[in-house]
Every structure is written in C-alpha cells, then in structure tokens.
C-alpha cells in the first residue's frame, strides 16, 4: 500500500504542472487585465504595479509568459502561491487558509444531506423494485439530478426564507445559516447516490449468497444490513471521491447565491478581476484536493473488496 500512496502521490505532480500551466495561459489569454478596473491609476502607478507583481520587465516592457511561467512555478515549489492583485495586502495563501475551512465546512454538511437522503432512498428502492417504494424514491432521484442547485437555491429562499421566514436568507454566523445552502449543495448528490445506492443492491441481493443467507433463517434485516450492504454500497463509495471534490468545488455557486464567505467566493471574484494568482492558486488547490480524495476512496475500496489490488 505504501508503494501505491507513493507512486499517486508522484503521478500527481505532472498532472498538477499540466493543470497549472494550461490555467495559467488560460487566464492571461482571457481580454482584460488585474489593473484594467482601477479607472483611477495613472500609468506611472499601472507600471510599478505591473513591476511589483513581475508581469513586466524592469525597463517597462512586456515580459514573456512563459518567463512568468517560470517565476510562478518556482515560488510554487515553495509553497508560495502569490500575492493576491485583488487584496493588495494579502496573500493567495492567506486568503486560502482562511476561507477554505468555510467551504469545507458547507461540503461537509452537503455530503450528510447527501448521504442522509440517498443511501435510504436507494436501500429502499432496492428492497421492492418495480414498485411504488422503487418507482417514487427513482423519481424524486431524477428530479434532483435534473434541476441545477442555482434553481434549487433560490427556490428554498424564496419558500422558506421570504415566505415563512423560518431562516435567513444569508450569512454564515449559526447553525440556522448551515441548513438552505447545505440542502441546495446536498440534493443533487443525494440524487446520485441513491441511484447509486439502488443499481448496487439490486445487483448484490441477487446474488447466491444472499439466498444462501436466507435459506439458513437469517432475517431479512440482517441479511440487508450485514451481508448486502458492504458490497452494495462499493459503487457509491467508488463515487464518493469525485462527489467530495464536487460538493467542495461545486460551492461556488452556492457561497454566491447565500452570500458565504468561502473559497468559492474569492474564486469567482478573482475570475471576474482577473485575479490571476488567485485563480491559479485555487485550482492547483482544488485539484491537489480531488486527487487526495481518489486516492482515499481507492485505499477504501480495497479495504471493503478483498479481490481488488493496489495498481
């Protein structure tokens, strides 16, 4: 197993370098600039600017991208991801360490709405197929898989926090705050999961063992929950990689309908203000992120499946 973590690990600085380099040309390719909004700067002050963050040359002209390439991955290889243009006084690191933790927070919530409304509807789907426990919990899966959570959103505002006012429309304060953007992130993975949930336990109850588990006198219960579950629930935990990485990048959206003050956030600002060591520092981080969560659900999934093998 160590030599698997390892040999991961080592195939993830390629795709990192790959992932930032392509972001890199990507946000300077893209019209407009970090400066261009400041309607206010003189040129004198756009240059010392420009020299401050190495976009130009000491003499004032255009330096290569492909030297600020060079800079930028260098001062990567320390752990250095820039200073923000946006926040002229922080960091990207900076601004990372302290709005992370509120997405990850809003992720973790969302996965146990997820899991908390998936694993149940699909167990349940399961047990019964071809009726009406299988038909609606399926329905209601391919509703919430169809509807974007920038329409869920808005929506559970509209019911439940202008019309019966039970909760506030934004904000991150209490635990009050957690509930509407966790749903409108959860539903749509809970979706997922409970399809998920149903193709794999239809899949296991109908294999020998589990007859042969009845046919001792073991309890239906039991048999669902000791024998079928483990190995009913591998393609769900085989999703659940992705799913995590998605419910921690896929807040954007929702920390900008609930006004949160998660990394999403500082994202699509940086986006809209060319904020380009922000960009680059948020997907090299979310990418590191969502290799380290596939590389957990394939330690997981040997562990809950003897036959398959660390490759």
Same mark, same amino acid.
């Given at each position: 197993?160590?030599?698997?973590?390892?040999?991961?690990?080592?195939?993830?600085?390629?795709?990192? %370098?790959?992932?930032?380099?392509?972001?890199?040309?990507?946000?300077?390719?893209?019209?407009?600039?970090?400066?261009?909004?400041?309607?206010?700067?003189? *040129?004198?002050?756009?240059?010392?600017?420009?020299?401050?963050?190495?976009?130009?040359?000491?003499?004032?002209?255009?330096?290569?991208?492909?030297?600020?390439?060079?800079?930028?991955?260098?001062?990567?290889?320390?752990?250095?991801? @820039? *200073?923000?243009?946006?926040?002229?006084?922080?960091?990207?690191?900076?601004?990372?360490?302290? =709005?992370? *933790?509120?997405?990850?927070?809003?992720?973790?919530?969302?996965?146990?709405?997820?899991?908390?409304?998936? $694993?149940?509807?699909?167990?349940?789907?399961?047990?019964?197929?071809?009726?009406?426990? /299988?038909?609606?919990?399926?329905?209601?899966?391919?509703?919430?898989?169809?509807?974007?959570?920038?329409?869920? +959103?808005?929506? $559970?505002?509209?019911?439940?926090?202008?019309?019966?006012?039970?909760?506030?429309?934004?904000?991150?304060?209490?635990?009050?705050?957690?509930?509407?953007?966790?749903?409108?992130?959860?539903?749509?993975?809970?979706?997922?999961?409970?399809?998920?949930? &149903?193709?794999?336990?239809?899949?296991?109850?109908?294999?020998?063992?589990?007859?042969?588990? !009845?046919?001792?006198?073991?309890?239906?219960?039991?048999?669902?929950?000791? !024998?079928? %579950?483990? @190995? +009913?629930?591998?393609?769900?935990?085989?999703?659940? @990689?992705?799913?995590?990485?998605?419910?921690?990048?896929? =807040?954007?959206?929702?920390? =900008?309908?609930?006004?949160?003050?998660?990394?999403? &956030?500082?994202?699509?600002?940086?986006?809209?203000?060319?904020?380009? #060591?922000?960009?680059? @520092?948020?997907?090299?981080?979310?990418? #590191?992120?969502?290799?380290?969560?596939?590389?957990?659900? /394939?330690?997981?999934?040997?562990?809950?499946?003897?036959?398959?093998?660390?490759?």
């Amino acid at each position: 197993m160590l030599r698997f973590i390892i040999s991961r690990l080592l195939q993830m600085i390629p795709v990192l %370098l790959i992932i930032a380099t392509l972001t890199f040309f990507m946000i300077r390719l893209a019209p407009g600039g970090p400066f261009d909004a400041e309607k206010t700067v003189s *040129p004198e002050i756009r240059v010392a600017l420009e020299k401050h963050y190495r976009m130009v040359n000491p003499d004032g002209s255009p330096r290569s991208l492909w030297l600020q390439l060079g800079d930028y991955f260098e001062n990567l290889a320390r752990g250095d991801l @820039g *200073p923000s243009s946006k926040y002229s006084s922080r960091t990207v690191n900076e601004l990372i360490a302290e =709005s992370f *933790p509120v997405s990850a927070e809003l992720a973790l919530w969302s996965l146990l709405v997820a899991l908390a409304f998936g $694993l149940p509807a699909g167990i349940i789907a399961s047990l019964r197929p071809n009726t009406a426990s /299988d038909y609606v919990p399926s329905s209601l899966a391919m509703a919430g898989i169809s509807i974007p959570n920038f329409v869920i +959103g808005p929506l $559970l505002v509209l019911i439940f926090a202008l019309h019966f006012e039970w909760v506030r429309v934004s904000g991150w304060n209490d635990w009050i705050d957690r509930i509407l953007p966790s749903i409108t992130l959860g539903l749509l993975y809970a979706a997922y999961i409970a399809r998920l949930t &149903r193709g794999g336990m239809l899949e296991i109850l109908s294999q020998d063992f589990i007859r042969t588990a !009845h046919a001792k006198g073991a309890s239906h219960l039991r048999v669902v929950l000791k !024998h079928a %579950l483990r @190995g +009913g629930l591998v393609p769900v935990v085989s999703y659940l @990689g992705p799913a995590v990485a998605g419910l921690v990048t896929g =807040s954007f959206v929702v920390e =900008s309908i609930f006004q949160i003050p998660g990394l999403g &956030r500082h994202f699509v600002n940086a986006a809209f203000n060319r904020d380009y #060591t922000m960009v680059l @520092g948020a997907v090299i981080f979310y990418a #590191t992120l969502i290799v380290i969560f596939n590389l957990l659900v /394939d330690i997981i999934l040997v562990w809950m499946d003897p036959k398959q093998k660390f490759a």
